[in-house]
């Protein structure tokens, strides 16, 4: 069994490296990696503050142009 094994063994010039180059495999590595080590708690309530925060900016982006047009048509 050790002589197939033996046999069949391929030195690392035989082995075709096949993987990609531009980059994306070493990207998902790290965003895999980043990922992991991710509160997922402060996460959600970061979350809910950014969309309560965002809801509250609309209102008063909608509201100031609200009024300039009411204050220019005077």
Not at 50 to 58: N, Q, R, T
């Amino acid at each position: 069994m050790d002589v197939k094994l033996l046999k069949n063994k391929k030195t690392m010039s035989e082995i075709k490296h096949t993987g990609t180059t531009d980059g994306t495999g070493n990207m998902l590595l790290t965003a895999s990696i980043l990922f992991a080590n991710i509160d997922y708690s402060s996460l959600m309530d970061y979350a809910i503050k950014a969309l309560v925060g965002g809801a509250i900016w609309m209102a008063f982006k909608v509201g100031g142009e609200y009024f300039s047009d009411k204050i220019k048509k005077k």
